[in-house]
């Protein structure tokens, strides 16, 4: 097992990686006579909603659990709600822990419950898909969806702890894996040259889920978000650049409607429009942004906007974002690769190139 540290004084936790975890009693923080929920969906609890509550009935806890639908459309205030309810009917208190088990959805809605819940209760992140290991559930974002905007309704909260168990990515479809290396390759991209050269030498045993590429590739993105965080656990500043493509990204998700392309797919596509944007404003140059495209294809992710979006259907979607500060755009580029900066005075116009450049109708 491998424990990366988020290290925020009084709030510190650590994040668990390995097989197995589910089962073990040691790496929950809690205690005989403890309440807790788990907040899980109808796909995710048949594979391991028992197994877990029998580790917590070990440990003395009493457990009881809430199941929401499947799917990012389900992100919303209708599902937060579903909790709360089951909360309230329960008559769970501040004492209670949340367990949040599923992907960067669940942990996404379940966070933002536990935030909210009589002003804060305790909660545990157990995220079963890679992306969310490698990042939804490390550094307390927590929030919903609106139909105008992709995670406009939210608050950071920071989790007792994370715990990823390697097993659950085997019940993954493929599909999600692939998304999940979106956000390992963007780490690369944006903080860490090396990281980004080692993906190209080993994305072939990630893609095939090999156990000791994953322990590293998943400690190393957490270690590069828990070190980011620590520094900036509001986002003022320096935490932006783990947004690289997530601007077009969400511009993506918001048009097609929520969930009709994963969240890794979209931000694969995003962080090409970054990349080419980069470069044609001199920065990045064309030989890199290549090798960006080239292992993004070998994650077996999309590099070009889908074939239902036109160019001009971005903006409108893109200046709604909660990274715009005083109607302009605030994106996430590229100075070189493995170096990212946050761009406050980008001309649309070079925007708008990029995105064509990056299109099926270009």
């Known amino acids: 097992m491998l424990t990366v540290n ?19 009693t040691q790496v929950y923080p809690l205690k005989a006579g403890e309440k807790v929920m788990i907040v899980s969906n109808t796909t995710i609890a048949p594979l391991y909603l028992s197994q877990i509550t029998e580790t917590l009935k070990k440990i003395g806890c009493q457990v009881s659990s809430v199941l929401l639908p499947d799917g990012e459309k389900y992100k919303n205030l209708d599902s937060l709600n579903l ?8 008559n769970h208190g501040r004492d209670t822990t949340l367990i949040a088990l599923g992907g960067g959805v669940i942990g996404d809605i379940a966070g933002y419950a536990a935030a909210s ?21 490390v550094g307390g974002k927590t929030g919903v969806n609106h139909e105008l905007g992709k995670n406009m309704i939210g608050a950071f909260y920071q989790p007792r702890a994370v715990i990823i168990d390697t ?35 080993h994305i072939d045993d990630l893609v095939a889920l090999k156990e000791d590429a994953l322990q590293y590739c998943i400690a190393r993105c957490c270690q590069i978000k828990a070190d980011v965080v620590a520094r900036d656990e509001t986002e003022k500043g320096e935490r932006a650049l783990l947004n690289l493509g997530h601007t077009f990204g969400h511009a993506i998700e918001t048009h097609l409607g929520y969930g009709n392309w994963l969240h890794g797919e979209a931000v694969s596509v995003g962080m090409m429009m970054a990349a080419v944007l980069s470069e044609k404003l001199g920065n990045i140059s ?29 903006l409108p979607h893109m200046l709604r974002d909660k990274k715009v500060l005083a109607g302009k755009l605030r994106l996430v580029l590229l100075q070189s690769l493995g170096q990212a900066y946050v761009a406050t005075e ?17």
């Open 6 to 24: 988020v290290e925020l004084k009084e709030r510190s936790y650590p994040i668990y990686i390995g097989k197995n975890l589910l089962s073990d």
């Open 83 to 90: 909790i709360f309810t089951a909360f309230l009917k329960e």
């Open 117 to 137: 819940y009589q002003r804060g209760i305790k909660f545990i992140q157990i995220p079963t898909t890679l992306l969310a290991q490698v990042d939804s559930s």
């Open 167 to 201: 097993n659950t990515l085997n019940t993954l479809p493929k599909r999600e894996v692939n998304a999940g290396l979106a956000e390992v390759i963007k780490y690369g991209a944006i903080l860490d040259l090396p990281f980004f050269v080692w993906l190209e030498q």
């Open 286 to 314: 064309a030989a890199n942004v290549g090798r960006l495209e080239v292992l993004l294809a070998r994650a077996n992710l999309p590099t070009v906007s889908p074939d239902t979006m036109q160019p001009d259907d971005y």
């Open 346 to 362: 980008t001309d649309q116009a070079l925007v708008l190139d990029a995105i064509r450049a990056c299109s099926q109708f270009d």
